[in-house]
């Protein structure tokens, strides 16, 4: 019944909305494989002696898969945000050259907005190289737009064209692209949706099941063909949700 109630909590958690953190350093990917996650339940279920054993080992799967989805959705709100404040500081800059500011002087304007391009700021006073810092800031989840702003500088610095109006074609392109993703972030939130709904769907048939006089969870919980099927259904449900989560970073990543 633990093992019912962990997976019950896992798809409440999984249905609420997450909230973007604004990250404050350079966040490492993590890669936890879920193939190798289902060949350790599966070969436990066959070669760990003791039900309990088994049922812990399982368990221990299902915290590590609800982590990685937890952490890999969080990560995704967090570069989407992220992606946002780049629009955003963009859209500034190219309005503080727009109205005749000096290149400097927008920067440290935008820098103040959103402190993470302070390194370009600092490029610029020192005379440094503006498009290389801006390019070390792109490498960031959230930040590949930052690459645009960066040809456009080097460009309208190589060439003599004005910088205004090259960042400002920025920001338009960065503004179009933007309506698109929110549409296509549209069609993909019935999919995700859907994943979810699916996922919770075996807990619910179970407690039916439980309700209408059978004994589902005896099954799963005390024969070996139950915690067999317990694991591999853990297993591809897993997969089916961090599936429909690398879809959306892939949208979001873009082309």
Do not use: K, N, Y
């Amino acid at each position: 019944m633990i093992l019912a109630a962990g997976c019950a909590a896992l798809t409440v958690l999984l249905l609420l909305p997450g909230r973007p953190t604004m990250p404050t350093a350079r966040a490492r990917p993590l890669r936890p494989s879920l193939a190798v996650a289902g060949l350790l339940l599966g070969g436990s279920v066959v070669a760990v002696p003791g039900r309990r054993m088994v049922l812990l080992v399982i368990g221990a799967g299902v915290l590590a898969g609800a982590a990685h989805l937890v952490v890999a959705r969080r990560r995704r709100l967090t570069a989407r945000a992220t992606a946002q404040r780049v629009r955003e500081t963009c859209e500034l800059l190219a309005a503080e050259l727009a109205a005749g500011q000096p290149p400097g002087a927008a920067l440290d304007r935008a820098a103040a907005s959103w402190p993470p391009l302070a390194p370009a700021a600092g490029a610029f006073r020192v005379g440094a190289d503006v498009p290389s810092a801006l390019r070390g800031l792109a490498d960031d989840p959230g930040c590949g737009d930052l690459r645009l702003v960066a040809a456009a500088w080097q460009v309208a610095h190589r060439t003599g064209q004005g910088l205004a109006e090259a960042v400002d074609r920025v920001a338009r392109d960065l503004r179009a692209a933007a309506a698109t993703g929110r549409v296509v972030d549209g069609e993909l939130a019935s999919a995700r949706a859907t994943a979810r709904l699916v996922a919770g769907l075996p807990v619910l048939s179970l407690a039916m099941g439980s309700g209408a006089g059978g004994d589902p969870w005896g099954f799963l919980l005390g024969h070996p063909v139950g915690l067999a099927c317990l694991a591999a259904g853990l297993v591809f449900g897993f997969a089916g949700l961090a599936w429909i989560e690398a879809i959306a970073r892939a949208v979001d990543a873009g082309p």
